[in-house]
Nanobody
Framework: QVQLVESGGGLVQAGGSLRLSCAAS????????MGWYRQAPGKERELVAA???????YYADSVKGRFTISRDNAKNTLFLQMSSLKPEDTAMYYC????????????WGQGTQVTVSS
């Protein structure tokens, strides 16, 4: 099983950038598909971006062109580069792993808060 720890969240003004990291330990990171979810108060958790172990990527329409997901298998780390941030990007961001992008959620991190001020 994979253990996940997110970092990099914070408070940023609209139009700014943040880079989230998710450090993985335990099972072999490179064999898992990975993703970033977010959940805003009163809203359901949504998949923001995902990357397969073959480096195929998926992005939600709301973040396409602004967010970039990447992974460094040598460092067992998942990243989410977020640019042109909007107030509606404010949420708790979680990383997750699983056997496929369609079935992430075997393991979850504790989350990192992103707040975008207008």
């Amino acid at each position: 099983q994979v253990q996940l720890v997110e970092s990099g969240g914070g408070l940023v003004q609209a139009g700014g950038s943040l880079r989230l990291s998710c450090a993985a330990s335990g099972s072999i990171f490179r064999l898992n598909d990975m993703g970033w979810y977010r959940q805003a108060p009163g809203k359901e958790r949504e998949l923001v971006a995902a990357i397969s172990r073959g480096f195929s990527t998926y992005y939600a329409d709301s973040v396409k062109g602004r967010f970039t997901i990447s992974r460094d298998n040598a460092k067992n780390t998942l990243f989410l580069q977020m640019s042109s941030l909007k107030p509606e990007d404010t949420a708790m961001y979680y990383c997750a792993s699983g056997p496929s992008i369609a079935s992430l959620g075997d393991c979850w991190g504790q989350g990192t808060q992103v707040t975008v001020s207008s």
